[in-house]
């Protein structure tokens, strides 16, 4: 009987062997497909802010109201906040260069909904009330214009469950690479009407690593390695493909859009250290929550000024 057992245990060890074998050669394969991307060369543009005052709309939910605010103790309300243990002081470096900051969130006509399968229905109904929003549903009067709105979606966005059916349904909320694609897609005929507006998206930030059982661990190599779609692998590296596609001006989203107001700064990729893995390099909470830290925030913040100070100068339409 010891001797069977042992045998059992030895044929389940080499077959789970087998199987991250399995697993690693697939990721390793689908990583190389993923890391030729030719993003957005602002190199030949000042990063200097601009020499006049900017009005600028920002519409986010929690990790967005997080990434503007200080880093200190006031939790604000409806996800917008002065300061917050998670913040990343990106408010204070865009007042800074000369953005005067707007932001629209929970509840408000323009921020209530984030989604990606939103974006359509809002750019689309609710356009000239986007260009003159300057704080939840308090709207400018006075002929002044938000010339910058970024927008973002939240870190749920990146759970995406399946490849999906092409084209893919714009409105759809089922999350499928198609559905995301098409959303952004029909996003563009709506920005080719405003070019002296720069639009920029904001990835949604990465979800944190899921912790798992021994269990579904073993039960996560094996959908691996027979292809099944639902892995946690494969929803790791579908966010990273499909934020990947966003940025991609050769391959991707904007390859064929030829004006210069619209722009796409990879929240998701800064925070999972440009690659290092498909998931968040700086959650929160010990690890279980995909909020990112004020460290992470800190850091794209850093990187997002210069980005879009370079982008404006690229749009040249600011004075």
């Known amino acids: 009987m010891n ?32 890391d030729h991307v030719k993003s957005l060369d602002l190199s030949q543009y000042s990063s200097a802010m601009p020499d006049k005052p900017i009005d600028l709309l920002f519409i986010h939910h929690s990790t967005g109201g997080q990434l503007l605010a200080d880093k200190g103790s006031d939790l604000g309300a409806n996800c917008i906040y002065q300061s917050h243990p998670n913040g990343g002081g990106l408010r204070r470096l865009l007042e800074k260069n000369n953005y005067r900051v707007h932001e629209a969130s ?31 549903d308090e709207f400018f009067t006075d002929g002044t214009k938000n010339r910058v709105v970024i927008f973002k979606s939240c870190f749920p966005n990146n759970w995406i469950e399946s490849d999906g059916m092409m084209p893919g349904d714009p409105d759809s909320c089922d999350k499928t690479l198609a559905n995301a694609e098409a959303a952004y897609e029909s996003l563009l005929p709506f920005f080719k009407e405003y070019p002296e507006t720069l639009y920029v998206v904001m990835t949604a930030p990465p979800l944190a690593n899921p912790v798992l059982s021994k269990k579904d661990r073993v039960v996560q190599l094996i959908k691996t390695a027979m292809n099944k779609p639902d892995t946690i692998e494969k929803i790791g590296r579908r966010a990273r493909m499909f934020n990947n596609w966003l940025r991609d001006t050769e391959k991707g989203w904007l390859k064929d859009y030829k004006l210069n107001n619209v722009v796409v700064y990879d929240y998701y990729d800064v925070l999972t250290n440009h690659g290092k893995s498909n998931w968040s390099q700086y959650p929160t909470k010990g690890g279980s929550d995909s909020h990112p830290s004020s460290d992470g925030n800190t850091i794209a913040a850093g990187i997002f000024v210069p980005f879009l100070n370079a982008s404006v100068h690229r749009l040249g339409r600011y004075d």
């Open 3 to 34: 001797s069977l057992l042992r045998y059992n245990m030895l044929a389940i060890s080499f077959l789970l062997l087998l199987l991250l074998l399995l697993s690693c050669s697939t990721e390793q394969k689908m990583e190389t497909t993923m």
């Open 106 to 136: 929970y509840t408000s006509m323009i921020g209530d909904q984030t989604d990606i399968c939103h974006w359509h229905a809002k750019f689309k109904n609710l356009m000239d009330k986007i260009l003159v929003c300057k704080n939840q």
